[in-house]
């Protein structure tokens, strides 16, 4: 390690041997967690309760608001009219069948069988049944000797009911006194649109899908957007509501949601976002083991330090009923139980979480399995039946019966070319949206920071900590005259996180701070003779204390035998999918993020008289600074930044070290740099003052000339120095 971290210093930047700007001692690395493995979906994910109601308050509109970003829809994508087409009654004994579609997107259908109380009068409850990992959707048939098995061994009751579950749940629940729609996951039945092997199967990149111009799903593009397919299949579930609420005989305060597998998922995922379901029942997918294994169940920044428990605890503390089963639900009551009944109790509402383990029985929503949702729902959605609810056998439908599409109502546009339609309607919705943001009074930017910065936020998925949390190990204290030299470490211990950071406070001092970032490290600050470098000893002899660090992934803190400069490294999968990474894992920019915010929180935290506080960013450190810049806002007075002429845009890699997910839907740097409008900015790299920037600061200023940005002819320190010492 040593070895390649000196061939990086040699390679990249004329300074300081590596061992004469070390801060740990030979021998030592950073005890910083990110230097381990990465987390992939296969981890753990338990729940840590807050100790009052306030807490998880703060923590749940937290976790709420990055799911709603990893999905695409923060803010909501601009809702058409569903315009439904119900055809096709199907009547049987006690209930009702209707085929459905509607568009949750332009051009984009929701698909579905629509089921109905026949005999009673309303108004009904509403259940969602999305359907999961079934083959064929919701055209699934297990078989005749499948269903036999299932018999034998106490899984199901009935031939129908055991051959069609899908189907049988759909059906017992309209018998129960609901209207249920049952609808397609993408791929599946009639949601073709996209094919199955896309959705579902996804495993290599498509190079005719990632063009800078025209993409589909999975590209760095789409990333770069925050388009999946997940979040497409999450924006179904919403249109799925919003079409059962359109129903007249629904009751808007009687909403249920219930899914096994991967339609568990997309259950407790609609309920975590969407205030209008009343009970939900996720069966076979909360746990603190495997996560989802789809590529339709995860995307970027979904699961950063969050799980599955959690998010279906986001509900809380409305009713939550869980089946498990002898899959990696298996631990589910003594793993996960006790942590959600300790939040339901918290809440006052002990008796709305339940589990109920059916451990003989492998995956499955099987007979058991909807006993205890039917109880549940007949409980929470008060439908009035007496317990148990026995599920009786029933005539199933055909999959003639259940399609939607036909002569008269002909399938729509799909394959390679609407792929990239949809993704350019959907980023031609996000920057019809980012336009309508651009400040033009006081009210209009307070909304253009809650919204974009709330996306900034999640991306980098950090606020600016306590500094209470922030422990100091000091290593060296040198006199050099007339400034001391100082090394030490910076933990934050929340994090398991380990920052190496150099300090150059002089003996006469302006009570002044700058936190100097540079790409390469905190060797930037140092010539090849150990001393500062010019610029950095001018700031020195104006009486500016100096602070650097390295941030994740230079100097001390590169990951054992990585090459250099160090990329955005992968889970361990032949799939080419980014979420499998990024939905578990911050990408490098948003840990570099974290180190500099470190660095201020603690500068500011120390109580020694300083004044003023200023952030510098060159060399490749420029958006780093930005990012923070924007997240600790009033924290820092005065910020450099050198932007290098860099867009998110341009990148088409997942291992770029400057790909961050999302960063384009946001509004790229210009938006990025908006969020810091109305305080003093120094930057380079740009041509002119970019417009979204120039519109908040005008705002911010409260003038028509702006005062507080200065656009530097050149990237070079000397600049800074002399706009810090005006």
């Known amino acids: 390690m040593t070895r390649l971290l000196l061939a990086f210093v040699v390679c990249c930047v004329s ?21 381990g493995a990465l987390k992939d979906l296969d981890g753990y994910f338990p729940l840590e309760v807050p100790a009052t109601k306030e807490e998880w308050a703060k923590r749940a509109d937290y976790v709420r608001k990055q799911v709603l970003v990893s999905q ?43 089921f109905k109380p ?9 259940v969602l049944c999305p359907h999961g990992h079934w083959n064929n959707g919701r055209f699934y048939d297990a078989g005749a000797a499948a269903v036999r098995q299932q018999i034998v061994v106490g899984a199901e009751r009935f031939e129908n009911s055991g051959r069609y579950p899908l189907q049988a749940r759909c059906v017992q629940l309209a018998r129960m006194g609901c209207v249920v729609f049952h609808y397609d996951m993408i791929g599946n039945a009639d949601s073709t649109q996209l094919s199955h092997a896309l959705v579902h199967r996804y495993a290599e990149r498509r190079p005719e899908m990632e063009k800078s111009d025209s ?64 009970a939900q029942f996720p069966a076979v997918m909360v746990s603190t083991g495997m996560q989802g294994g789809c590529t339709c169940e995860n995307c970027s920044l979904l699961r950063i330090n969050t799980g599955n428990i959690e998010l279906a605890g986001l509900f809380a503390p409305k009713p939550l009923g869980m089946v ?12 996960g139980m006790p942590e959600l009944n300790k939040l339901y109790e918290m809440l006052g509402a002990k008796d709305n979480v339940k589990a109920t383990a059916y451990l003989h029985f492998p995956h499955n929503y099987n007979q058991p399995s909807r006993a205890a949702m039917y109880s549940w729902f007949n409980k929470h959605l008060k439908l009035g039946d007496k317990d148990p609810i026995v599920e009786s056998d029933f005539e199933p439908l055909s999959i003639a019966e259940l399609t939607v599409f036909d002569s008269d109502h002909p399938k729509p546009s799909s394959g390679d070319d609407f792929e990239r339609s949809l993704t350019k309607t959907l980023a031609a919705d996000d920057e019809k949206q980012l336009a309508a943001l651009t400040p033009t009074d006081a009210k209009s930017l307070t909304k253009f920071r809650e919204v974009v910065g709330t996306g900034w936020q999640a991306l980098i998925g950090r606020e600016l900590p306590d500094s209470k949390g ?38 006469t001092w302006n009570k002044q701070v700058v936190i100097w970032v540079d790409g390469t490290g905190k060797s930037g600050l140092f010539s090849a003779d150990g001393s500062p470098k010019a610029e950095i000893k001018s700031l020195i002899e104006t009486g500016f204390s100096i602070m650097s660090l390295d941030v994740f992934g230079t100097g001390e803190l590169v990951p054992e035998k990585a090459e250099l400069p160090l990329r955005n490294r992968k889970v361990n999968t032949k799939r080419q999918f980014a979420g499998y990474t990024y939905g578990y894992n911050h990408p490098l920019f948003a840990q570099r993020v974290h180190d500099i915010l470190t660095l201020i929180s603690f500068v500011r935290g120390n109580d020694h008289g300083a004044t003023k506080f200023h952030l510098v960013g060159l ?81 911010a200023e ?25």
């Open 619 to 699: 060399n490749g450190a420029g958006l780093w600074v930005a990012a923070a810049k924007a997240i600790a806002g009033p924290a820092i007075d005065r910020t450099a930044i050198d932007t290098a002429g860099f867009r998110f845009t341009s990148l088409t890699e997942f291992d770029d070290p400057q790909f961050l997910p999302g960063a384009v839907k946001y509004g790229d740097v210009p938006a990025l740099l908006a969020l810091s409008a109305g305080s003093d900015l120094w930057l380079s790299g740009e041509k002119e003052i970019p417009q979204l920037l120039r519109a908040s600061s005008m705002v």
């Open 72 to 114: 695409g829809l923060w803010p909501m994508p601009t809702k058409g009219p569903l315009k439904p087409v119900i055809h096709g009654k199907v009547e049987r004994d006690d209930f009702t069948v209707e085929r459905v579609y509607f568009e949750s997107a332009p051009g984009f259908f929701v698909t579905g069988s629509l």
């Open 324 to 335: 498990a089963a002898d899959d990696w639900t298996k631990e589910i009551m003594t793993k």
């Open 470 to 507: 922030i422990e100091i190990e000091q290593f060296k204290k040198e006199d050099r005259g007339t400034y001391f030299f100082l090394t030490d470490v910076l933990r934050v211990k929340k994090h398991e996180e380990e920052v190496p950071v150099v300090f150059l406070h002089p003996k």
């Open 215 to 278: 993409w589909g799903f999975y590209s760095a593009q789409a990333e770069s957007r925050l388009q999946s397919v997940m979040g497409l299949q999450t924006l179904d579930s919403i249109a799925a509501l919003d079409f059962m609420l359109s129903l007249k005989d629904v009751d808007p305060n009687r909403i249920g949601v219930t899914g096994a597998s991967g339609g568990g998922t997309q259950t407790f995922i609609l309920a975590a976002i969407d205030p209008r379901v009343t």
């Open 118 to 126: 026949k005999g009673k009068k309303g108004p009904f409850a509403g």
């Open 15 to 35: 300074s300081l041997a590596v061992a004469d700007v070390k801060v740990l001692p030979d021998g030592r690395t950073p005890a910083d967690k990110r230097l």
């Open 702 to 726: 409260g003038k028509a000339t702006l005062t507080h940005v200065a656009i530097g002819v050149s990237a070079k320190a000397d600049s800074v120095v002399q706009w810090l010492s005006k």
